[in-house]
């Protein structure tokens, strides 16, 4: 019987499909594998060691890793956080930040 208009292509009761941002079986085994290679491997001894003897590449890994974005707002006392010699510099610093309501300006204008 051919398709008819309304009727559905694919008739599996899974009818939005594959959730936003899970991985497909073939993605989810090769992660499986990379990590449990790492586990024999050494875990994280072993991203050490490689960190300190290959860094262009340890942090190439970071970089595909780590979030693209990460925004945060620090509210309060920076004192806690850092060591206190660096906390002088650091609250300086976070004074200098201009919230994200200004506008972002170029020196020499």
């Known amino acids: 019987m051919p398709?008819?208009?309304?009727?559905?292509?694919?008739?599996?009761?899974?009818?939005?499909?594959?959730?936003k941002g899970s991985l497909n079986s073939e993605n989810r085994d090769i992660r499986l594998m990379i990590v449990e290679a790492l586990?024999?491997?050494?875990?994280?001894?072993?991203?050490?060691?490689?960190?300190?003897?290959?860094?262009?590449?340890?942090?190439s890994l970071l970089g595909k890793v780590l979030p693209k974005d990460i925004r945060t707002q620090i509210t309060g006392s920076l004192a806690y956080v850092v060591a206190p010699d660096q906390a002088a510099s650091m609250e300086?610093?976070?004074g200098s930040v201009?919230?994200?309501?200004?506008?972002p300006t170029v020196s020499g204008e």
């Open 3 to 19: 398709f008819q208009p309304g009727e559905r292509a694919n008739k599996s009761k899974n009818l939005g499909g594959r959730p």
């Open 39 to 59: 586990h024999k491997s050494g875990g994280a001894r072993y991203l050490q060691t490689q960190a300190a003897e290959n860094p262009g590449a340890f942090l």
């Open 92 to 94: 300086a610093w976070a």
């Open 98 to 103: 201009a919230p994200e309501s200004e506008e």
